[in-house]
């Protein structure tokens, strides 16, 4: 993605930030307004439902007193303890005694109840049964609810049971239903109330533009509660919340586009490229050849890894590999070489067994095994031979000493040989080497640039070929570019180097080309070569 595609895209982006947050916003205040509202209901549901749960054990507790009373029932004494139970149970509107269908007694002497008692609506509980609301023509409400028990029945006064409604809120209005029926067993505040049992959800809230209205169900009988409460002061409320945020939003929105074009135009995040440039597949791996001294043949290759950016940039690894060292990115950049490796030299390495590629792998990679897993499942599917894959580690990899050590013998196991990296210019001592058991040790440029020349460091090459021929490692010489720098290493025995006396690091295209012209080529570096060994 270019610098101005990612301007234009950004000045679009500014523009929906300073629009959508404004219905983002409205949509938000929306649903606040609806949770709070169905919080509020599903609290008087539940209070509503725990009184109801409260009123109806007390008075079916009292109903099987009654009941059992050994005086014989209608009797003078009978009806006296009736009503000493009605003085002390302030919810129990009338108690009365039935037979055959038809009221006996009542603990009033009055009327109130109805002189036939018909037959149990529902049973709530066993031996309990509940009759149908009794609804006034006048008012559409019902005015008690009225239970039995044997031969007993007991009037509760529903305005006892839900005057805390309206203490808590004036406007709701609340029914009681059994769980299987639409028919109320009580009904307070709007009659409407009645049709809403089949349309309300437990679990959610419902609006018809007019009122909200939640159910509750109780946990232990088989009742609903609905409460529904006008939408008027919601809707009030939301429309100021609205206006409020609508405008905080749009001065938002302004400020992120302003902001949005400002990171825009100045650049993407050094993480963003690098993670896009994964995606894109805008790394590239070149590949500089490794010489055999002695017979001036390319045996092998280290893969490096290179960024083409969409603007045209080439950006060598030394500008971005620490920053993905450091910030958790290398992995990614480590598979996809890898899997260019793979896609450039399969063929090549397929052909030629005794051929190589080395690539670099970051400290990182040796904190985990996650490399070996990536590299044996690679290996398998390419039908390669682990040793053609060469791993060249930096010193700094072996100063997390037991995590890497684990690693490198995990990966020489598998058949993998591992190469120490510019030795001699970080942290490396023998003591390393030693413990790490390598098989590899590449001279920095920084050494062999000294060969030759007047330089305090012009007589370490020897040290490091002896010290290296200690340990059994095999030496190969970086940043060779001189015939007298190859003719020397010869003279050392030195059996492998690299450097742009060969050839500089080469496209994949180019490499292959190289490697079918190289046995002809460079006379004079083999000539050199023959010479040095005279």
Not at 267 to 295: C, D, G, H, N
Not at 345 to 359: P, Q, S, T, Y
Request: charged share 20%.
């Amino acid at each position: 993605m270019s610098r101005r595609t990612l301007v234009v895209l950004a000045v679009a982006a500014g523009f929906l930030a300073g629009i959508v947050p404004a219905g983002v916003a409205l949509y938000l205040s929306w649903n606040d307004a609806v949770s709070q509202q169905r919080t509020h209901l599903r609290i008087l549901a539940v209070t509503t439902m725990k009184r109801w749960e409260l009123l109806y054990e007390e008075s079916t507790a009292l109903l099987a007193e009654l009941a059992s009373d050994p005086s014989p029932h209608c009797s003078e004494a009978h009806i006296s303890k009736l009503r000493e139970a009605m003085r002390y149970e302030k919810h129990v509107r009338e108690i009365g005694v039935f037979a055959e269908g038809r009221v006996s007694c009542l603990s009033s002497g009055s009327a109130e109840m109805p002189q036939m008692v018909p037959l149990p609506a529902w049973q709530l509980s066993e031996g309990v049964g509940i009759l149908p609301l009794t609804v006034s023509q006048d008012t559409g409400t019902g005015q008690h609810i009225t239970l039995t028990y044997r031969d007993h029945t007991l009037a509760v006064d529903q305005k006892e049971l839900l005057e805390h409604v309206r203490s808590i809120d004036p406007d709701a209005s609340l029914a009681l239903f059994h769980q299987e029926s639409d028919q109320p067993l009580a009904v307070f505040g709007d009659p409407g109330v009645r049709d809403l049992r089949s349309l309300v959800s437990e679990t959610d809230v419902f609006y018809d533009g007019i009122q909200f209205a939640v159910s509750v169900h109780s946990v232990t009988y088989p009742i609903v509660a609905v409460v529904v409460d006008p939408s008027e002061e919601v809707e009030q409320g939301w429309y100021e919340d609205a206006l409020t945020l609508g405008v905080l939003a749009v001065l938002a929105g302004g400020a992120v586009a302003a902001l949005i074009v400002f990171v825009a135009w100045r650049r993407m995040s050094p993480r963003s490229e690098i993670r896009y440039a994964v995606k894109a597949r805008q790394f590239a791996a070149v590949y500089q050849p490794v010489i055999e001294l002695a017979t001036g043949r390319c045996v092998g290759a280290e893969a490096l890894a290179r960024w083409h950016r969409s603007d045209g940039a080439v950006v060598r690894p030394d500008a971005f590999i620490p920053f993905a060292e450091d910030n958790g990115l290398i992995s990614l950049i480590t598979d996809q070489m890898i899997g260019l490796v793979i896609e450039d030299m399969g063929d090549l390495l397929r052909r030629r067994r005794d051929f190589h590629v080395a690539i670099n792998i970051a400290p990182q990679e040796l904190e985990t095994d996650r490399i070996v897993g990536v590299l044996k499942r690679v290996v398998e599917e390419s039908q390669l031979e682990p040793r053609q894959i060469v791993l060249e580690v930096t010193e700094r990899s072996l100063m997390d000493g037991e995590a890497a050590r684990g690693v490198i013998r995990q990966l020489q196991a598998a058949g993998h040989a591992i190469s120490i990296d510019d030795f001699g210019t970080g942290y490396s001592s023998l003591s390393y080497l030693q413990r790490f058991e390598l098989d590899n040790l590449k001279i920095d440029r920084l050494f062999v640039e000294a060969i030759g020349a007047d330089a305090a460091t012009s007589g370490v090459v020897p040290h490091i070929i002896d010290m290296a021929r200690t340990l059994n490692l095999t030496v190969i010489a970086e940043g060779v570019e001189t015939e007298e720098q190859a003719c020397f290493l010869r003279k050392c025995n030195v059996p492998y180097a690299q450097g742009w006396l060969f050839a500089q690091p080469l496209a994949p295209a180019q490499f292959l080309a190289y490697i079918d012209t190289i046995p002809s080529r460079p006379e004079t570096v083999v000539s050199s070569l023959r010479q040095g060994a005279e």
